[in-house]
Each structure stands twice: as C-alpha cells, then as structure tokens.
C-alpha cells in the first residue's frame, strides 16, 4: 500500500451531510480509482480517472463526484450522504504496469 | 458483474499447497488474468497476473488452461497468514481504463 495515501481512515457522517475523502498518490500514476466494499461483498467501481482532467463513471457513481486537477491527487466528494453509502472506500492507482496498487481504506458511517 | 467463478471457500493445512480455482470462460484475446488477496478489511493486496502462459513470483504460481478458459492460483506452502479472501479477476490490457472488476472471491482458512 505504500505510495497511496487515504485521508480520513475513519469517519462518521449525519444523513444530508457532505465531505471528501481524500488520496493522494507519489508513484506518478496516471490511472486513479475509487471502489468501494460492503460487508462481505467484493469491491465495487465508483469513479476512476485516465490523467489529469479526465474522468469517468464505474458502476456505482449515483451520489458522488470526483475531481482529477493534478496526477497526485482524486478526492472523491459525498454531497447529502445517506445510509446507504456506509461503506469502507478504497482509492487506488495504476502506472506504465499492469499492477493497481490500493490504499488502506477510509471507514465511513452515514447515521 | 463480474467475469468470473470462484468457490465461495476453501481450508487447507498449514504447509500445504493451496490450490484455488477459477473460471473465466468468457474471457476475451486481450484480457489478462489478476489475482489479488484482502486480508480482513485491508485494501486489497496484488499476488499475481498472466495473460497465457503460465507465471511464477515469490508469492504463487498461476497456472491458466490452454484455451485460457480457467486458472489455478496455488500458494506452495500455504501459511496461517494467508488466510484471506482471494479474488480471481480478467481485465483488459489497455482502454476503459484497465478497471478492476471484483466479484466475491474465495475466502480461504489456513489451519493447523
């Protein structure tokens, strides 16, 4: 996990409230994505980015939004959160290589 | 959905080879065979890929059929630490960005 950066690990959220999730990435990656995990199912794409400026819906993209301005950084933001998007995100990368390299995961309730 | 079919769980004993199964009978010519592993709530963690012929690192072998319809990972000495949900997936090598797609993986229990 080393080169990808999650803030926060934890947090708890009221219904209709809003925040961003951070990562930030050293390796020069230009391929960046979102997933995210619910309780003992596998992972799911919400977002992911091809470079800098560019962006693209995965499957699971309805109640978020993200921003790719530099190839360190791809916050994805949560506007009027709602319980179904308890969840834990993971945030990942990708160089030149065929080998995507995720972070720890941020810890979300929404209550 | 996801492209492949993985057993929902395996055991095996501690020292053992693992060998987990995998079907992707719909893969497509140009899309590699990854497998990743999550232990507990961690983000996943990168084992092996390979597109036909078979692969080895450190960590495992992968073995895919001929007709690329199928794969083994096989973990050669399998320890208590690689108890783990593994997660057999078929990407393409380029375009649409490369993306992952999970299904629900096997959850393998190394015991004593």
């Known amino acids: 996990n080393a080169g990808v950066t999650q803030t926060p690990k934890f947090r708890i959220l009221k219904i209709g409230q809003s925040m961003t999730l951070q990562c930030t990435q050293d390796m020069n990656h230009n391929y960046m994505y979102w997933y995210r995990q619910d309780p003992g199912m596998g992972l799911k794409l919400i977002y992911y980015?091809?470079?800098?400026?560019?962006?693209d819906k995965g499957e699971v993209p309805n109640g978020y939004n993200v921003s790719r301005s530099t190839t360190e950084d791809f916050p994805l933001r949560l506007e009027l959160a709602a319980p179904s998007q308890t969840s834990v995100y993971f945030c990942?990368?990708?160089?030149?290589?065929?080998?995507?390299?995720f972070g720890e995961g941020s810890w979300l309730t929404v209550v | 959905d996801a492209k492949t079919t993985q057993p929902p769980s395996m055991d095996c004993a501690e020292g053992r080879a693992a060998n987990l199964p995998c079907n992707h009978s719909?893969?497509?010519?140009?899309?590699?065979v990854y497998w990743y592993r999550q232990i507990h709530s961690q983000g996943p963690q990168y084992i092996i890929h390979g597109l036909k012929n078979n692969e080895t690192n450190e960590m495992a072998s992968l073995i895919i059929t001929e007709d690329r319809k199928s794969s083994t990972l096989i973990l050669p000495h399998a320890t208590l630490r690689d108890t783990a949900v593994y997660y057999c997936i078929v990407s393409g090598g380029g375009g649409g960005g490369n993306k992952l797609t999970f299904g629900t993986g096997t959850q393998l229990k190394v015991e004593l």
């Open positions: 719909t893969i497509s010519g140009n899309e590699y």
């Open positions: 980015s091809v470079g800098a400026g560019i962006t």
């Open positions: 990942a990368t990708r160089g030149s290589g065929n080998t995507i390299y």
